[in-house]
Antibody, heavy 119, light 107 residues
Framework: QVQLQESGPGLVKPSETLSLTCTVSGGSINYYYWSWIRQSAGKGLEWIGRVYTSGSTNYNPSLKSRVTMSVDTSKNQLSLKLTSVTAADTAVYFC?????????????WGQGTTVTVSS | DIQMTQSPSSLSASVGDRVTITCRASQSISSYLIWYQQKPGKAPKLLMYVAYTLQSGVPSRFSGSGSGTDFTLTISSLQPEDFATYYCQQSYSTPWTFGQGTKVEIK
């Protein structure tokens, strides 16, 4: 069965760039939307955006100026970059899969990775 | 953005109880409503989509209803493994947005 695994630094300094990777195993990366979601105590669950396997993206307008998502089908990986981070970006970051219709929810999730923004 | 409001924020219930959680959207979202269950330290788990379609493998004691702006998630007979936090999410228009969650605790 499909499994997702997020990876990346657990600590990022303020003003720097947060970079995470989500590796897809046990299934194809193709013909799905791949979302990034974060969860913090203060703001609950927040959808950051998604990338389709064609490379097309939808970003949350609240983060759009700082977010870049991409997909590498040869490596079965997705990536998230969030620039100019502040303490407000401290959260658990998840990647999740949506089917190609795009509105049926995220049926597979990674376990999440905790990112702390601190000097 | 479409705002999602859940009620109650938390509830206490006993095994075997019928539990209902409400989710309200700030505008009509047709039936584009999703429910997730999350346990501490884990990722959310998809329970239901388009308001009432049960995800494969989810027990039939879970059911959903509603359309437009008002939706409910019902657990017909609460089981020990159902104690968790439940979230709704709209999939009508991006950015996807979530309710604040309803924590179901043991009475």
């Amino acid at each position: 069965q499909v499994q997702l695994q997020e990876s990346g630094p657990g600590l990022v300094k303020p003003s720097e760039t947060l970079s995470l990777t989500c590796t897809v195993s046990g299934g194809s990366i193709n013909y799905y939307y791949w979302s990034w979601i974060r969860q913090s105590a203060g703001k609950g669950l927040e959808w950051i955006g998604r990338v389709y396997t064609s490379g097309s993206t939808n970003y949350n307008p609240s983060l759009k100026s700082r977010v870049t998502m991409s997909v590498d089908t040869s490596k079965n990986q997705l990536s998230l970059k969030l620039t100019s981070v502040t303490a407000a970006d401290t959260a658990v970051y998840f990647c999740g899969r949506e089917d190609s219709r795009g509105w049926n929810g995220m049926d597979v999730w990674g376990q999440g990775t905790t990112v702390t923004v601190s000097s | 953005d479409i705002q999602m409001t859940q009620s109650p924020s938390s509830l206490s219930a006993s095994v075997g109880d019928r539990v209902t959680i409400t989710c309200r959207a700030s505008q009509s979202i047709s039936s584009y409503l999703i429910w997730y269950q999350q346990k501490p330290g884990k990722a959310p788990k998809l329970l239901m989509y388009v308001a009432y379609t049960l995800q494969s493998g989810v027990p039939s004691r879970f059911s959903g209803s509603g359309s437009g702006t008002d939706f409910t998630l019902t657990i017909s007979s609460l089981q020990p493994e159902d104690f968790a936090t439940y979230y709704c999410q709209q999939s009508y228009s991006t950015p996807w947005t979530f309710g604040q969650g309803t924590k179901v605790e043991i009475k």
